[in-house]
C-alpha cells in the first residue's frame, strides 16, 4: 500500500515536471517563430511541431494563444537583455557599443534572435493589455541603456535616449524590408553615424554646425573689396 503511494507521487512529479518542460519548449520556440514569421503567420500546429509536441497537447500548457504570445515575448525580451549585458560588459562605451551592434547587418539578419520591437511592435498594438505591456517594458529597458550615465539623468537626456531609440528600431525595420541589399546598409550605416556623430555628442555636433556670427560693417567692406581684387587676378 505504501509502496503504490510512493510510486504514485514519485509519478505525479514526473509529470508535472514533463509538462513544465514542454510548456519551456513551446515558448523558446514560439519566441523565435513569432519574430521570424509574426504572431498572425504562425499557428499553433506549427508551434507545437516546432517544439516537438502534439498539436493536441496546447490546451493543456496554455489556455490560450494570447497568454503563449505574452510568454514568448516576455521570453525574448530576457533573452535578448542577458545577450545585451554580456555582449557590451567591458566596452569602453557602452552606449556606442550598443549602437554599432544593434545597427548591424548581423542584428537585421537575425531576425528570430533579435529586438522585440522592429520585429513585432506593429502587432502588438492590436494585442490585449498584458501583451503590450511587455513592449513597454521593452521600450523602457532600452532607453535606459542609452540614457547614461544614471547619475545624470533628466526629463531631457530620456527624451533624447527615446528619440535615439526610435530611430534604430526604425532603421532595422527600413532596412529589413529593403529588397536592394545596398540600399539596406546605406540605411543602417546612415543611422549609425547620425546617432554616433549628433545624438550621442551633441557637444561635438554643436561646434561642427555652429553658425557663423555674421561680421561687421568694416569687415564685411574688407571682404567684399578683397573678393574683388581676387576676381581681377
Not at 493536441?56 to 497568454?67: D, I, M, V
Not at 526629463?155 to 524590408?177: D, K, N, P
Amino acid at each position: 500500500m505504501m509502496v503504490n503511494i510512493f510510486l504514485r507521487e514519485i509519478s505525479l512529479r514526473v509529470s508535472r515536471e514533463q509538462a513544465h518542460q514542454n510548456r519551456r519548449r513551446v515558448v523558446v520556440a514560439s519566441s523565435t517563430l513569432f519574430r521570424e514569421r509574426g504572431v498572425d503567420g504562425v499557428g499553433i500546429g506549427d508551434l507545437m511541431s516546432e517544439a516537438g509536441l502534439t498539436h493536441g497537447g496546447f490546451y493543456k500548457q496554455f489556455a490560450s494563444k494570447a497568454e503563449l504570445v505574452e510568454e514568448a515575448c516576455s521570453r525574448a525580451l530576457e533573452d535578448t537583455t542577458a545577450f545585451w549585458d554580456s555582449h557590451l560588459k567591458g566596452a569602453a562605451d557602452p552606449r556606442a557599443a550598443f549602437v554599432r551592434a544593434y545597427l548591424s547587418g548581423k542584428h537585421r539578419d537575425r531576425v528570430g534572435a533579435g529586438c522585440l520591437l522592429p520585429a513585432l511592435a506593429a502587432e502588438a498594438r492590436r494585442e490585449p493589455h498584458a501583451i503590450r505591456d511587455v513592449f513597454t517594458r521593452a521600450i523602457q529597458s532600452y532607453a535606459d541603456r542609452l540614457d547614461q550615465p544614471v547619475d545624470a539623468r533628466t526629463h531631457q537626456t530620456r527624451a533624447e535616449a527615446l528619440s535615439t531609440l526610435s530611430e534604430m528600431v526604425g532603421a532595422i525595420l527600413l532596412a529589413r524590408v529593403a529588397t536592394d541589399p545596398r540600399l539596406s546598409e546605406k540605411i543602417l550605416e546612415a543611422a549609425c553615424g547620425h546617432i554616433l556623430s549628433v545624438r550621442l555628442n551633441p557637444d561635438k555636433a554643436g561646434k561642427a554646425t555652429k553658425p557663423r556670427r555674421p561680421s561687421s560693417p568694416q569687415a564685411r567692406t574688407k571682404e567684399k573689396s578683397g573678393s574683388r581684387k581676387r576676381r581681377h587676378v
